[in-house]
Nanobody, 126 residues
Framework: QVQLVESGGGLVQAGGSLRLSCAAS????????MAWFRQIPGKEREFVAV????????YYGDSVKDRFTISRDNAKDTVYLQMNSLKPEDTAIYYC???????????????????WGRGTQVTVSS
């Protein structure tokens, strides 16, 4: 069982930055691919970013590429999402997720992920 707890969300003006954190429980964090998704009420969960087990490989959704950076600290069982140049359309609930069966794949579909946090709200004002 893996428990994920997100933090760092809040209200920020357009053009600003936020750093989200996701703390994981358990001893196997370094073996999981980790990802961030986001969701607006009434819409499907959207892929944001994914990182490999070692942190050496990352992949981003087109809407956040070159603005967001995913990283992880396996010594702290934590994954991060640095969000820069925020836009009002980035407003959503951001979820951390773990893919425990990924192998070498970096998956971008929400249904492939096994564990989820409760989410943290990010609101970007114009």
């Amino acid at each position: 069982q893996v428990q994920l707890v997100e933090s760092g969300g809040g209200l920020v003006q357009a053009g600003g930055s936020l750093r989200l954190s996701c703390a994981a429980s358990g001893r196997t964090f370094s073996t999981h691919v980790m990802a961030w998704f986001r969701q607006i009420p009434g819409k499907e969960r959207e892929f944001v970013a994914v990182i490999s087990q070692s942190g050496g490989r990352t992949y981003y959704g087109d809407s956040v590429k070159d603005r967001f950076t995913i990283s992880r600290d396996n010594a702290k069982d934590t994954v991060y999402l640095q969000m820069n140049s925020l836009k009002p359309e980035d407003t959503a609930i951001y979820y951390c997720s773990a893919d425990v069966n990924a192998g070498r794949m970096l998956r971008t579909t929400a249904r492939e992920y096994d564990y989820w946090g409760r989410g943290t709200q990010v609101t970007v004002s114009s």
